[in-house]
């Protein structure tokens, strides 16, 4: 659970900061080992020669287009900046992309790539800067979070790497972000972007994502939908009508039935109102661009929604409606992006930043040492509560009032959280192990040899209080038997206090996969027996906050609910479900207010005492 939550929420950030993307070509370019001694913090810096920007990318390869990438490699490696036009967009633009790459090599063979991660730029020359100063500071804003963002995105992937090899595990896969970017509009009125982005977090697939932004070219200002559309209900219509699923053959005669028009039209409704729709404005008309999972299941693919200025002009505010005709034909208005260089790292030297001891964990205990406790698992079908257990609390003893709420699917926690002078809980996102003022908990997820386990120490890591055998959690029923390798259990979070220790466990992939995920577990620490499970799909963020007489937590997932609950601590049993927009991640208390991270909207929240 928890490295998807990474996988899904480092795509949509770097596919936000590739908004304003240098754009991937869509076909498949080698990247080159970084020779030279130049280059950003976060990779060297390929200025890309644009004199052959009118070529397709299938010709990009020859003639004229081939000698301007030439040119362009030899001039970026000397400090110079290629330009090139942009249609009806008077001046030039220069495309790049920071990239950064860590690679492991085992004894005997040759390395291949370990985490990878790329973020694209784009900005004015000097002159068109001066015409349009508003656009070009916008781009440069970007640019400059799109490289510190990039940074954060390898982070994370060398996290999740990083806490496998501490098991012992090794990768026989990389983790990545990969986008391709393309211009769809760029001219006096606006300058519009489409951005793939193809990710891999280690999770049960491979992931899609689309992002778009609009300029206006005059302003620098980021244009919405109310922006660019006058009545949002028409658009919605408009939007269902004209769906299509990109990936299926035509001549397979699919259509959506009357259930998948009403599903896919309340998330449309949902996105409109929520300001997060993704989409592009071309010469002719409008795309908007829907993920796999997004409207329908992962199998159908993406799906569009393309219409015409021209088919429905009372939709459109007139300011932003192309006033010409594109002079060049399709396919030659718009540049492709250069091979980049990459920076490279040996294992010795990510293995270097761990340490020692978390380097390779094979603590397995034999159930002979004092203080080693199998914890039971009762039955997989429902909750649990010990004999003598009575809970008398039907409600939490406080009031939660919303105070306010900004969605932001581009933000990530970790920067936000610096910006604002907050520490995120701590937790087992990045290792092993982790601290809090009372204890120190350190996990062993080993569920590839058949072990699950959780050490209890003091704060200082001196006294040692237990250690705890989950490994009955391993197996529950598995719906699908095909998702098997997906479901695999792992603990996710620990906290104890006044003798129970309290831990979360679930899996990384779909509930449907397998719906006994998400739970949490109250086990008395003096003898490890079970004292409650919680009802599942209740606590899959990176923690859950321990109260007097109650514990906050919180589920969500794609295509799942998302919901923070208030738990008994007691018993385990809900007292209080409140929606949120997206699945949530982190739970921080700040004096009398909760803040709430979720996929892409921060919440805060009141907490006051009936």
């Not at 330009?83 to 495309?95: C, P």
């Not at 030297?349 to 964990?361: A, D, R």
């Not at 490890?528 to 906050?552: H, M, P, R």
């Given at each position: 659970m928890r490295k998807n939550n990474i996988s899904k929420k480092m795509t949509a950030i770097l596919t936000a900061v590739l908004l304003l993307g240098s754009l991937t070509a869509c076909g498949d370019k080698q990247p080159v080992p970084h020779t030279g001694d130049g280059g950003s913090e976060a990779g060297t810096v390929v200025i890309d020669d644009m004199q052959g920007a009118g070529q397709s990318g299938e010709a990009a390869g020859a003639g004229q287009g081939s000698?301007?990438?030439?040119?362009?490699?030899?001039?970026?490696?000397?400090?110079?900046t290629q330009s090139g036009t942009i249609t009806e967009l008077t001046g030039k633009v220069t495309l790049f992309s920071y990239e950064t790459e860590e690679t492991l090599t085992y004894e005997g063979g040759a390395p291949f790539p370990y985490a990878y991660a790329v973020t694209p730029g784009l900005?004015?020359?000097?002159?068109?800067?001066?015409?349009?100063?508003?656009?070009?500071?916008?781009l440069k804003s970007m640019n400059e979070d799109n490289q510190t963002l990039s940074k954060y995105a390898l982070a994370n992937m060398t996290g999740v790497m990083n806490e496998d090899l501490s098991y012992g595990m090794e990768p026989f896969y990389s983790c990545y972000e990969e986008a391709h970017a393309s211009v769809t509009r760029a001219d006096a009125q606006v300058l519009s972007f489409l951005v793939t982005t193809d990710s891999f977090y280690n999770g049960a697939h491979p992931n899609l994502y689309y992002n778009s932004r609009i300029y206006d070219s005059q302003t620098g200002e980021i244009l919405g939908i109310g922006d660019i559309f006058k009545n949002r209900d028409a658009l919605i219509d408009v939007i269902v009508e004209h769906l299509d699923p990109i990936a299926v053959d035509p001549e397979e005669g699919f259509a959506f039935d009357e259930s998948d028009i009403k599903s896919m039209r309340a998330t449309i409704?949902?996105?409109?109102?929520?300001?997060?729709?993704?989409?592009?404005?071309?010469?002719?008309g409008v795309t908007c661009h829907f993920d796999p999972y997004e409207l329908m299941y992962y199998a159908l693919g993406p799906i569009e929604s393309a219409f015409s200025?021209?088919?429905?002009?009372?939709?459109?505010?007139?300011?932003?409606?192309?006033?010409h005709s594109p002079e060049l034909p399709a396919g030659e208005r718009f540049p492709e992006e250069a091979e980049t260089e990459k920076t490279l790292f040996t294992v010795d030297e990510l293995l270097s930043s761990l340490p020692e001891?978390?380097?390779?964990?094979?603590?397995?205990?034999?159930?002979?040492?004092?203080?080693?406790?199998?914890?039971?698992?009762?039955?997989?079908?429902?909750t649990y509560?010990?004999?003598?257990?009575?809970?008398?609390?039907?409600?939490?003893?406080?009031?939660?009032?919303?105070?306010?709420?900004?969605?932001?699917?581009?933000?990530?926690?970790?920067?936000?959280?610096?910006?604002?002078?907050?520490?995120?809980?701590?937790?087992?996102?990045?290792?092993?192990s982790y601290s809090d003022d009372m204890y120190t908990y350190w996990v062993s997820n080993n569920a590839a040899n058949g072990y699950m386990s959780i050490e209890l120490y003091d704060a200082s890591g001196s006294i040692t209080y237990g250690t705890f055998d989950l490994s009955a959690y391993l197996n529950p029923p598995v719906v699908a038997p095909e998702d098997v390798a997906?479901?695999?259990?792992?603990?996710?979070?620990?906290?104890?206090?006044?003798?129970?220790?309290?831990?979360?466990?679930?899996?990384?992939?779909?509930?449907?996969?397998?719906p006994c995920t998400a739970f949490i577990l109250a086990i008395r620490i003096e003898d490890g027996a079970l004292l409650w499970k919680s009802d599942y799909?209740?606590?899959?963020?990176?923690?859950?906050?321990?109260?007097?007489?109650?514990?906050?937590?919180?589920?969500?997932?794609?295509?799942?609910p998302d919901y923070l609950y208030v738990l008994s601590r007691h018993s385990g049993a809900k007292l209080q479900t409140i929606k949120l927009h997206s699945a949530p991640e982190y739970f921080i208390p700040e004096d009398d207010s909760l803040i709430v991270l979720t996929y892409d909207t921060i919440y805060e929240y009141n907490i006051s005492m009936d």
């Amino acid at each position: 659970m928890r490295k998807n939550n990474i996988s899904k929420k480092m795509t949509a950030i770097l596919t936000a900061v590739l908004l304003l993307g240098s754009l991937t070509a869509c076909g498949d370019k080698q990247p080159v080992p970084h020779t030279g001694d130049g280059g950003s913090e976060a990779g060297t810096v390929v200025i890309d020669d644009m004199q052959g920007a009118g070529q397709s990318g299938e010709a990009a390869g020859a003639g004229q287009g081939s000698e301007a990438s030439d040119a362009g490699q030899t001039d970026a490696q000397q400090g110079d900046t290629q330009s090139g036009t942009i249609t009806e967009l008077t001046g030039k633009v220069t495309l790049f992309s920071y990239e950064t790459e860590e690679t492991l090599t085992y004894e005997g063979g040759a390395p291949f790539p370990y985490a990878y991660a790329v973020t694209p730029g784009l900005e004015l020359d000097e002159a068109s800067a001066a015409q349009y100063p508003k656009l070009a500071a916008a781009l440069k804003s970007m640019n400059e979070d799109n490289q510190t963002l990039s940074k954060y995105a390898l982070a994370n992937m060398t996290g999740v790497m990083n806490e496998d090899l501490s098991y012992g595990m090794e990768p026989f896969y990389s983790c990545y972000e990969e986008a391709h970017a393309s211009v769809t509009r760029a001219d006096a009125q606006v300058l519009s972007f489409l951005v793939t982005t193809d990710s891999f977090y280690n999770g049960a697939h491979p992931n899609l994502y689309y992002n778009s932004r609009i300029y206006d070219s005059q302003t620098g200002e980021i244009l919405g939908i109310g922006d660019i559309f006058k009545n949002r209900d028409a658009l919605i219509d408009v939007i269902v009508e004209h769906l299509d699923p990109i990936a299926v053959d035509p001549e397979e005669g699919f259509a959506f039935d009357e259930s998948d028009i009403k599903s896919m039209r309340a998330t449309i409704t949902d996105e409109v109102e929520q300001e997060y729709l993704h989409f592009t404005m071309g010469e002719e008309g409008v795309t908007c661009h829907f993920d796999p999972y997004e409207l329908m299941y992962y199998a159908l693919g993406p799906i569009e929604s393309a219409f015409s200025y021209a088919e429905y002009p009372e939709l459109f505010n007139e300011k932003y409606v192309p006033d010409h005709s594109p002079e060049l034909p399709a396919g030659e208005r718009f540049p492709e992006e250069a091979e980049t260089e990459k920076t490279l790292f040996t294992v010795d030297e990510l293995l270097s930043s761990l340490p020692e001891e978390e380097q390779w964990n094979d603590t397995e205990g034999d159930g002979d040492d004092a203080g080693y406790h199998v914890v039971e698992c009762p039955d997989w079908d429902v909750t649990y509560l010990a004999d003598g257990i009575f809970d008398t609390l039907t409600e939490p003893p406080f009031t939660i009032r919303e105070v306010s709420h900004t969605y932001d699917e581009y933000y990530m926690p970790e920067p936000w959280a610096k910006e604002h002078g907050i520490e995120l809980p701590a937790g087992f996102v990045y290792g092993s192990s982790y601290s809090d003022d009372m204890y120190t908990y350190w996990v062993s997820n080993n569920a590839a040899n058949g072990y699950m386990s959780i050490e209890l120490y003091d704060a200082s890591g001196s006294i040692t209080y237990g250690t705890f055998d989950l490994s009955a959690y391993l197996n529950p029923p598995v719906v699908a038997p095909e998702d098997v390798a997906y479901t695999e259990m792992a603990i996710d979070y620990a906290a104890a206090r006044d003798g129970v220790l309290y831990v979360e466990i679930g899996h990384r992939t779909y509930a449907a996969s397998q719906p006994c995920t998400a739970f949490i577990l109250a086990i008395r620490i003096e003898d490890g027996a079970l004292l409650w499970k919680s009802d599942y799909q209740v606590a899959g963020a990176q923690n859950f906050l321990i109260g007097e007489d109650t514990i906050i937590c919180g589920y969500g997932f794609t295509r799942e609910p998302d919901y923070l609950y208030v738990l008994s601590r007691h018993s385990g049993a809900k007292l209080q479900t409140i929606k949120l927009h997206s699945a949530p991640e982190y739970f921080i208390p700040e004096d009398d207010s909760l803040i709430v991270l979720t996929y892409d909207t921060i919440y805060e929240y009141n907490i006051s005492m009936d």
